[in-house]
């Protein structure tokens, strides 16, 4: 398949407008350590949405303790039926004890089980930085990189939403 990369752009424009159109809810759920953070990838991603013309109020917030309780929330929300995507948002540091690295893989692997068994797409916006370190210089890096992150995950979020609504009218058939 031969397409110039302004018509994959316009046919992935098209498509994010077609599910913003039918977007019922999303769920976000987000970590609560370091939340003045982690919020602000929540915070730019509903207002990505709102760019695209999803209502803020199609997006129902959840927050629980830790990363570590993210992917057990997102199967019963997945399970619910209520939401066309489970997004999740979270800052895993390293503590200097490797905590991290299994914190960080068990979410992801959590988040990719529930997707697969659930077939509610799951995206993730849990970040795990080897080098966070709570002084003025990093948490500022990270506050504006958790900004992108967020507008990045409500993208994907409303491409994948699209992609599946258009998978289920051909299964439809």
Request: proline share 2%; charged share 15%.
């Amino acid at each position: 398949m031969n397409q110039s990369t302004a018509s994959l752009a316009s046919s992935s424009a098209v498509a994010v407008a077609a599910a913003a159109a039918g977007v019922r809810r999303v769920a976000a759920i987000s970590a609560s350590w370091h939340t003045d953070i982690v919020h602000q990838a929540r915070d730019a991603f509903v207002a990505e949405l709102g760019r695209s013309g999803v209502a803020a109020d199609a997006v129902e917030h959840f927050d629980v303790p830790g990363a570590f309780e993210i992917p057990l929330l997102a199967r019963r929300l997945a399970e619910s039926g209520r939401y066309d995507a489970i997004v999740a948002f979270g800052l895993v540091v390293d503590g200097g004890v490797y905590r991290h690295d299994f914190v960080a893989t068990a979410v992801i692997d959590g988040l990719m089980r529930v997707q697969l068994d659930s077939s509610v797409p799951v995206l993730s916006a849990v970040l795990t930085p080897h080098q966070f370190h709570e002084h003025a210089t990093h948490r500022e890096w990270f506050t504006a990189h958790f900004v992108i992150k967020g507008q990045e995950a409500a993208r994907a979020a409303l491409q994948t939403i699209a992609l599946h609504q258009r998978v289920s009218t051909l299964t439809a058939r």
